[in-house]
T-cell receptor
Framework: DSGVTQTPKHLITATGQRVTLRCSPRSGDLSVYWYQQSLDQGLQFLIHYYNGEERAKGNILERFSAQQFPDLHSELNLSSLELGDSALYFC???????????FGPGTRLTVL | GQNIDQPTEMTATEGAIVQINCTYQTSGFNGLFWYQQHAGEAPTFLSYNVLDGLEEKGRFSSFLSRSKGYSYLLLKELQMKDSASYLCAVRDLSDYKLSFGAGTTVTVRA
C-alpha cells in the first residue's frame, strides 16, 4: 500500500458522458501527478500539480481537466468521453517536485 | 522530448539472472527510474540513478551511463513473483515530468 488513494476503483459509463476521478496523496506529499495507461500506449503522463498549482502538462486532451484543492487532494475530470478513453488512470504523489513517485491503485475507466 | 526504448518481453528461469536494457534520447536528462508493475496493479518504485554507475538494492541493481543514454536493471536470483512488467522512466530537466518506456514483460519459469 503506497498511501495514495484513488476513487472509484472501477467506473463504467457511456460515450459523451463526464466523469470525475479523485486522488488523495500520501500524507505530507505536495505533488500530484496523473497518468493514463491503455493497452496500446503504455503509461502516459497527463498533468502535474504542486501545492495547488499546475506545474507541467503532458499529452492531456482539451476534454480533460484537473485541479488540486487546498487539502491537496486532486480531481481529474474527463468529459465528452469516447471509447478510446477507456484506460487505467493512475495518480501518483511525491513529497517535492522530482522526487520518487508513489502510485495509487488506479481507476479503471470503461467507456461503452 | 524523450524517446525511450526497452525490449518488449524477456523470459528467464527461476534462480537465474535477467538484465533489462533501456536506451533513451532526451533534450534534458535529470534522472532515470525503474518501476515494477504487476498486471492491473500500480507501478512500484525499484531504483533511481542520476549519476553514472551501479546502484544495488538487494536482488535488484540498476546501472546508468549518461554519455551513452543507457541504463539496465539487473534482477538476480529470480523468483516467480518477479514476473511483471518493468518500466524505465526518464525525468526531464525542465519540468521534472517522467516519461515512461513501454515496459518489458518478464516471465519467470520454474
Amino acid at each position: 500500500d503506497s498511501g495514495v488513494t484513488q476513487t472509484p476503483k472501477h467506473l463504467i459509463t457511456a460515450t459523451g458522458q463526464r466523469v470525475t476521478l479523485r486522488c488523495s496523496p500520501r500524507s505530507g506529499d505536495l505533488s500530484v501527478y496523473w497518468y493514463q495507461q491503455s493497452l496500446d500506449q503504455g503509461l502516459q503522463f497527463l498533468i502535474h500539480y504542486y501545492n495547488g498549482e499546475e506545474r507541467a502538462k503532458g499529452n492531456i486532451l482539451e476534454r480533460f481537466s484537473a485541479q488540486q484543492f487546498p487539502d491537496l487532494h486532486s480531481e481529474l475530470n474527463l468529459s465528452s468521453l469516447e471509447l478510446g478513453d477507456s484506460a487505467l488512470y493512475f495518480c501518483a504523489s511525491s513529497v517535492a517536485i522530482g522526487d520518487e513517485q508513489f502510485f495509487g491503485p488506479g481507476t479503471r475507466l470503461t467507456v461503452l | 522530448g524523450q524517446n525511450i526504448d526497452q525490449p518488449t518481453e524477456m523470459t528467464a528461469t527461476e534462480g537465474a539472472i535477467v538484465q533489462i536494457n533501456c536506451t533513451y534520447q532526451t533534450s534534458g536528462f535529470n534522472g532515470l527510474f525503474w518501476y515494477q508493475q504487476h498486471a492491473g496493479e500500480a507501478p512500484t518504485f525499484l531504483s533511481y540513478n542520476v549519476l553514472d554507475g551501479l546502484e544495488e538494492k538487494g536482488r535488484f541493481s540498476s546501472f546508468l551511463s549518461r554519455s551513452k543514454g543507457y541504463s539496465y536493471l539487473l534482477l538476480k536470483e529470480l523468483q516467480m513473483k518477479d514476473s511483471a512488467s518493468y518500466l524505465c522512466a526518464v525525468r526531464d530537466l525542465s519540468d521534472y515530468k517522467l516519461s515512461f518506456g513501454a515496459g518489458t514483460t518478464v516471465t519467470v519459469r520454474a
